[in-house]
């Protein structure tokens, strides 16, 4: 697929203020947060690459993705996603 | 026995059997009617053939050579000597009959139709949707065909007598033309009535073998005067194979072609009854005692049958079900258990060194002489009941590793449960006690977690039958340990209605009580020494209710909190509220403040959530006890309750309720007036319409409520409703304005009542009149009684209220069910994650916040600052 000029007018999802903060993890934080909860990167939830946000954050299959959001009952919360196809 | 592993499913196909097939999975062909013979041996090649399996201890079974219970048990089969057709299809074979030619058995539709269909069919199955519609517009368009447009053959009507005749231009078609027929459809032809001819040809459809189930699943039993009875499908097998024989002899005898048609009707009517004993046009085929016999259908439908009945849901042993009925006497943890059922339920007891004498004890006791034993299980695993004539010599034989079956008594841990379980607090471990007649008994206190009453609930037991399973009912499950619910982290079990009350009248209250009284109120709650007196009468010692209710209080208990009758005044005097509404409580002394709702209420109790979260959940328990006893108590030593007087409001009052709802009445018609000139001020988002409708509403609400403070000025502390409202025991002011002042406004999905005649809601009011009370507002009270107009409103109203309950209810049944089935599975590790069975992770902390909301405070994380101020001794 042809990536799409940009005009700087296009709608970003990610600068919605209701859409949480995503963001790719370098290799050395997947590492780490493989390695913390013991887990293999499969064992992550998932997010699917088609997914508005992913294609925003220029997110490739494979990587994963800290999502930052607001939470009522602890202030900020992390949850990571792994995007696949 | 080889264990297999577990195997995914991936497909289940549903078809026809193969008469080859049928004789492929045969074990053995039968042909005799005959089951045992003299000896009680079965008949080689009868209906109970050990080829088919065992169900008699001791014999092995000749295919797999397994005992009873190891044989899953062998089909065999019989050779019908004509077909018959199988009543499950009679409807399908009507319509391919009448969609095939009659000579050439062609489907009756071109050859382009044909293809298309097929197309489709592929299509909607690759898609895995129904092909229903497809198939029937092709049996439609092929019975419009009068003639084969492949054999030029003329068709002709077929008619079809329910359940399994058809009748051919008023000649019969036997089963062997219908086969013929239908042995002549091609499989491109199948395919295309939506049929795989691999795994249903049509033909199949006409029997002419007949599969026999294997003896485990038509077991005989064993009468007690030792005649063998067989169960329903073997007697219809007899039936079956006996019609089979005569039918062969008369044919090889050369009988007329009538009788041959008899016997073949016959034939016909027994397998249909086989398959299904409940055939309409069929008479049911009976039993000699002329109950109809369950034959195959009738084990798999309805309630009781296979699927709803054994495979959704099951009967459980070691339970017992009953009406439930309160006794405040007992401990909240407790439950009284009906002595019939205590004698039934027992508990295995495994005889060891240490509690052969006791066990012997219970044998002796026998099975009527409560607490006795029902059973004893030998070392060789053989049962003896126990009987008065055989307890005493039984009890002599027990020796170490037998087993007893005790029956339950006072103090066993057993689960008591309510339906709809819809939390973990529906199940809850209670320790028995056995009391006479025929009630569960329970504390009142305990109502709310099971959401019960008493106006007929039922509630079942259920006794755990290993140490395991007791241990970990008493450690889980104990109603002690789920006094907090971990749905909003406060306690779920506490006060209810007169516990309420009756503290609230002890500790409100400026009553003066003397020794006698003070000790009477405490006598249930093991308190031995009074405090210091606060004061003297006549020479005499008294006590007030708050030092009273202090004696339940433990030692090192400090908590300051508004109560729930606290007006929320806008500044808060704190401990100096004239109403006594604010709490203190100073190492276990109750110093200011009324007992209410939020002291000792379920659902809102602060002290029971201090006492588990700062002591511990058998002082907790001890406390609720305590409590309600010393409540009931205090709520006799007055009395209290309520009558039509209670809803009495004076003549003057009543005159300023007139006054105010006839304000209010003409303030509606001048707001009608106003709409009508086109003079009403829209409110943004509405038409004038809808703002003339809200501003009624608003109107006729104020008005209602200005009733409610006038009634309220003239009910004071004095009146018990307002006692049970403003305390939280029960009811609301609410309800008093409505009993005492005004009902106000009936509605219907919010909205005033509009539907009924044309133009108007009823025949009573002038067609477009808007007032109030053409749309349902109610000016009267209950007590003063409604008007026919008024009543009638209301009952629309309370309809409404009926109709939604209904619907809320198995709407979030349905809801709490997909619930339970998506989550059942996931579990909070011990890092804190929440994750699945295949250890994929769902949730990174638990919550978000990884705190189990049961250790909140009433949902709210405000441990750390409670922590800090009972350190630094700040109070904010
Ligand atoms: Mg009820
Ligand atoms: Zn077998
Ligand atoms: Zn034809
Ligand atoms: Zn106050």
């Known amino acids: 697929m042809k990536e799409k000029e940009n005009t700087g007018r296009e709608f970003n999802p990610l600068k919605h203020r209701m859409v949480p903060n995503h963001e790719i993890l370098s290799e050395d934080e997947v590492k780490n947060l493989l390695s913390e909860y013991n887990v293999e990167k499969e064992q992550l939830p998932k997010i699917r690459a088609i997914d508005p946000t992913v294609a925003a954050a220029k997110a490739k299959v494979g990587d994963v993705m800290r999502i930052t959001r607001e939470s009522k009952t602890a202030g900020i919360a992390y949850y990571y996603r792994m995007v696949i196809a | ?876």
Not at chain 2, 156 to 172: A, L, N, V, Y
């Open chain 2, 1 to 876: 026995m080889v264990i297999a592993t577990p195997k995914r499913i991936k497909q289940i196909r549903f078809g026809l059997i193969s008469p080859k097939e049928f004789r492929k999975m045969s074990v053995t062909r039968i042909i005799t009617a005959d089951t045992y013979d003299d000896d009680g041996f079965p008949i080689e090649m009868g209906l109970m053939d050990t080829r088919l399996g065992v169900i008699d201890p001791g014999l092995r079974c000749k295919t797999c050579g397994g005992r009873a219970g190891e044989c899953p048990g062998h089909f065999g089969h019989i050779e019908l000597v004509a077909p018959v057709m199988h009543v499950g299809f009679a409807k399908l074979i009507r319509k391919i009959l009448r969609a095939t030619c009659r000579n050439c058995g062609a489907l009756l539709l071109d050859p382009t139709q044909k293809k298309e269909t097929v197309e489709k069919i592929r299509v909607l199955k690759k898609m895995g949707q129904s092909i229903e519609d497809v198939v029937n517009e092709v049996f439609k368009d092929a019975r419009k065909a009068g003639k084969c447009q492949y054999c030029n053959e003329e068709q002709r009507e077929i008619k079809f007598e329910k359940p399994t005749t058809f009748i051919e231009d008023g000649h019969k078609l036997m089963p062997t033309d219908i086969r013929s027929r239908l042995e002549k459809m091609t499989d491109e032809d199948i395919e295309v009535i939506g049929m795989d001819s691999k795994n249903a040809r049509p033909e199949w459809i006409i029997l002419t073998v007949l599969a026999v189930p294997p003896v485990t699943m038509r077991p005989s039993i064993t009468l007690e005067s030792g005649q063998r009875s067989e169960d329903d499908l073997t007697h219809k097998l007899v039936d079956i194979i006996r019609i089979n024989q005569r039918f062969q002899e008369n044919r090889e005898a050369g009988a007329p072609q009538l009788i041959i048609e008899d016997l073949w009707e016959l034939l016909q009517y027994h397998i249909t009854t086989f398959i299904d004993n409940a055939v309409s046009g069929v008479p049911p085929a009976r039993h000699r005692s002329g109950r109809p016999l369950k034959t195959l259908s009738q084990r798999l439908k309805g309630k009781e049958g296979r699927f709803r009945g054994s495979l959704s849901g099951k009967r459980v042993n070691f339970s017992a079900r009953t009406v439930i009925s309160p006794d405040p006497n007992l401990g909240m943890h407790e439950v009284g258990v009906p002595l019939a059922i205590a004698k039934e339920l027992t508990i295995t007891l495994y005889v060891t060194p240490r509690n052969i004498n006791e066990v012997r004890e219970y044998v002796r006791r026998g099975p009527d002489n409560h607490p006795g034993a029902n059973y004893i299980v030998r070392a060789d695993g053989r049962r003896l009941r126990i009987t008065d004539k055989n307890s005493n010599e039984l009890a002599d034989l027990v020796e170490l590793g037998w087993k007893v079956d005790r029956q339950m008594k006072d103090g066993d841990v057993i689960l008591f449960n309510r339906q709809p379980s819809l939390h973990r607090m529906s199940i809850m471990a209670h320790e028995v006690k056995v009391l006479p007649h025929k009630t569960f008994r329970l504390n009142p206190a305990v109502c709310p977690p099971y959401n019960a009453d008493f106006d007929g609930d039922e509630m079942n037991m259920h006794v755990p039958q290993t140490e395991d399973a007791r241990a970990e009912a008493k450690i889980l499950m104990h109603v002690r340990e789920n006094i907090i619910s971990p749905r909003f982290g406060g306690p779920i079990i506490g006060g209810i209605h007169d516990h309420i009350s009756g503290l609230f009248l002890l500790t409100n209250s400026k009553d003066k009580i003397n020794k006698d009284d003070a000790l009477e109120l405490l006598a249930k709650s093991e308190i031995w020494e009074l405090p210091e007196p606060a004061g003297k009468e006549d020479g005499k010692p008294y006590w007030n209710g708050k030092q009273i209710f202090s004696q339940i209080l433990p030692k090192g208990l400090d908590l300051e909190f508004k109560a729930e009758i606290c007006e929320q005044c806008d500044t808060c005097k704190g401990a100096d509220c004239e109403n006594d509404a604010y709490v203190v409580i100073k190492d276990g002394v109750l110093e200011k403040g009324s007992i209410d709702e939020k002291a000792v209420g379920a659902f809102k109790s602060v002290i029971l959530d201090k006492l588990i979260k700062e002591f511990n959940t058998a002082l907790a328990c001890k406390f609720i006890d305590d409590a309600t006893r010393l409540s009931i108590r205090g709520i006799m030593r007055s009395g209290f309750s309520f009558g039509i007087n209670d809803e009495y409001v004076p003549a003057d009052a009543q005159n300023q309720i007139n006054e105010t709802l006839n304000m209010a009445t003409d303030k509606v018609e001048k707001l009608i007036l106003a709409y009508e000139a086109g003079e009403l001020e829209q409110l943004p988002g509405r038409t004038i319409r809808e703002t003339l409708e809200m501003e009624i509403m608003k109107e006729l609400s104020r008005a209602r409520d200005a009733t409610g403070d006038i009634a309220g000025r003239h009910l004071g502390m004095d009146n018990s409703a307002v006692i049970m409202a403003k305390s939280g025991a029960r009811g609301s002011m609410l309800n008093l304005t409505q009993m005492a002042a005004c009902v106000g406004q009936q509605a219907v999905r919010g909205e005033r009542i509009q539907r009924g005649y044309a133009g108007r809601t009823l025949s009573h009011f002038d067609k477009g009149d808007l007032g109030a009370q053409a749309h349902g507002f109610v000016k009267a009270s209950y007590k003063g009684g409604l008007s026919p107009t008024e009543y009638f409103f209301h009952a629309i109203g309370g309809r409404e209220g009926l109709v939604d309950t209904a619907v809320r209810t198995s709407q979030s049944g349905y809801l709490q069910r997909r619930l339970v089935n998506a989550l059942q599975d996931l579990e909070v590790q011990f890092d804190g994650t929440v994750r699945d069975t295949r250890n994929m992770i769902i949730q990174f902390k638990f919550g978000e916040d990884g705190i189990n909301p049961m250790n909140s405070d009433f949902s709210k994380t405000d441990a750390v600052k409670r922590i800090i101020d009972s350190v630094t001794g700040v109070k904010e």
